[in-house]
């Protein structure tokens, strides 16, 4: 059973930078497709940046041109780089893999806070 677990998350003032990982127990390969979420306190999940197998990205619009997703097969490592950070993008980052089955793996989340 692969795992994934996310590092990176941390306390940043607004305006700077961090760096997600999510780095899985096994091979991606096999992922068609994976993301990242977020969850803030008393909000719904939601969908941050996606990449497919074949490279397609998708983007929330709220983090466009600020945040970009990518992955290293080789690695198997999914990474978010979140610049031009934002208090409203404080919350519960957690990666997302999902197989051609539809079969869905989560990792346990790392907490982004960013001060004002």
């Known amino acids: 059973q692969v795992q994934l677990v996310e590092s990176g998350g941390g306390l940043v003032q607004a305006g700077g930078s961090l760096r997600l990982s999510c780095a899985a127990s096994g091979s991606i390969f096999s992922f068609n497709k994976m993301g990242w979420y977020r969850q803030a306190p008393g909000k719904q999940r939601e969908l941050v940046a996606s990449?497919?197998?074949?490279?397609?990205?998708n983007y929330a619009d709220s983090v466009k041109g600020r945040f970009t997703i990518s992955r290293l097969n080789f690695k198997d490592t999914m990474y978010l780089q979140m610049n031009s950070l934002k208090p409203e993008d404080t919350a519960v980052y957690s990666c997302?893999?999902?197989?051609?089955?539809?079969?869905?793996?989560w990792g346990q989340g790392t907490q982004v806070t960013v001060s004002s």
């Open positions: 990449i497919t197998s074949d490279g397609m990205i």
């Open positions: 997302n893999g999902v197989y051609v089955s539809g079969r869905e793996l």
